[in-house]
């Protein structure tokens, strides 16, 4: 299985600020998939990134907001941008192996 | 975005009890794949499914994917203090993961 490191853990950010989530994994992959765990529910994804070619955003989810970068095979950037209180989730970074998706341990956002 | 009906929401058990929760779709999935997740921590692959009306095991876990391929089921059998979590169901149909609602199961000592 495909080894996911995120950084950071954890932070709690003001409201108007931005944070930036890295997502490296050990192997090199075509593409990964951001998404959001908002407390207590499921996860819901936010957007595709492809190395090379901007990411694919899900309906709801804008570039403006959760810019991405992917600037090489192993390593991708979120940023949650003029954040506010309900922009409090864990972020979560994932990759497929064949066909199954792997998963970061995931980024938990509180903004005050 | 699109979500897959997962029951139970919750479930309330004793140590040793065996547990079955199951996912359905209105939608095909080519994979099924079912997460555990544990509090502060990213869902973890349990077991996955690729073929109509298979059934798969993996240790006291066992799981099957429907063979309409609308839906799946995920048994624990003689459950245990560690089993304690959030279950989510996944299916695949093509690139993208649609997540179930998630059951959350709790071991009542």
């Known amino acids: 299985s495909a080894v996911i490191s995120q950084k950071p853990s954890r932070d709690i950010c003001q409201r108007g600020t931005s944070l930036t989530i890295q997502c490296q994994v050990d192997?090199?992959?075509?593409?990964m998939f951001w998404y959001r765990q908002q407390p207590g529910q499921s996860l819901t994804l936010i957007a595709t990134?492809?190395?090379?070619?901007?990411?694919?955003?899900e309906s709801g989810f804008v570039i403006d907001k959760f810019p991405i970068s992917r600037p090489n095979l192993t390593f991708s950037t979120l940023t949650v941008s003029n954040m506010s209180p309900e922009d409090s989730s864990i972020y979560l970074c994932?990759?497929?192996?064949?066909?199954?998706?792997?998963f970061g341990q995931g980024t938990r956002l509180t903004v005050v | 975005g699109q979500q897959l009906n997962q029951s139970p929401q919750s479930m309330f058990i004793q140590e040793g009890e065996d547990v079955s929760m199951n996912c359905t779709s209105s939608?095909?999935?080519?994979?099924w794949l079912w997460y555990k997740q544990d509090p502060g921590e990213g869902p973890v692959l349990l077991i996955a499914?690729?073929?109509?009306?298979e059934l798969t095991s993996n240790g006291r876990l066992t799981a099957q994917f429907g063979i309409t391929r609308k839906d799946s089921f995920l048994n624990i059998s003689a459950s245990i203090p560690s089993d304690v979590g959030i279950y989510f169901c996944?299916?695949?149909?093509?690139?993208?993961?649609?997540f179930g609602t998630g059951t959350r199961l709790t071991i009542i000592p």
């Open positions: 994932s990759v497929y192996q064949v066909t199954e998706a792997f």
């Open positions: 192997s090199q992959v075509t593409m």
């Open positions: 990134a492809n190395q090379g070619s901007e990411a694919t955003y």
């Open positions: 939608s095909i999935f080519n994979t």
């Open positions: 499914l690729y073929k109509a009306g």
């Open positions: 996944a299916g695949r149909g093509n690139e993208k993961l649609t």
